[in-house]
């Protein structure tokens, strides 16, 4: 698998976090999804992560607003997580 094929994955998977929590008021359990997210991230090389920093944590930013009053804490713990990790690559 090439890394713009991994790029693009990770890409589709963090936008879909983020529509799926525009302006809702509950929602089920994320867990799974969010940690793909989060190991999908993990897993671009440091190239990658510096190319993209800037607009994921736009993106990742966008998600814990949107979510704020709806995802769980451990949750939202693991996004703020990964926000920080992201914002220290730019």
């Given at each position: 698998m090439s890394d713009?094929?991994?790029?693009?994955?990770?890409?589709?998977k963090v936008g879909s976090l983020e529509g799926y929590l525009f302006k809702?008021?509950?929602?089920e359990p994320l867990t799974?999804?969010?940690?793909?997210?989060?190991?999908?991230?993990?897993?671009?090389?440091?190239?990658?992560?510096?190319?993209?920093?800037?607009?994921?944590a736009v993106v990742l930013q966008?998600?814990?607003?949107y979510g704020d009053r709806t995802l769980?804490?451990?949750i939202k713990a693991k996004l703020q997580?990964?926000?920080?990790?992201v914002k220290e690559e730019k």
């Open positions: 713009f094929s991994d790029l693009f994955k990770f890409a589709a809702r008021d509950k929602l799974n999804w969010t940690d793909n997210v989060q190991n999908m991230y993990h897993g671009l090389t440091a190239g990658m992560k510096k190319e993209i920093s800037g607009d994921l966008t998600i814990l607003e769980e804490a451990d997580k990964l926000y920080k990790e």
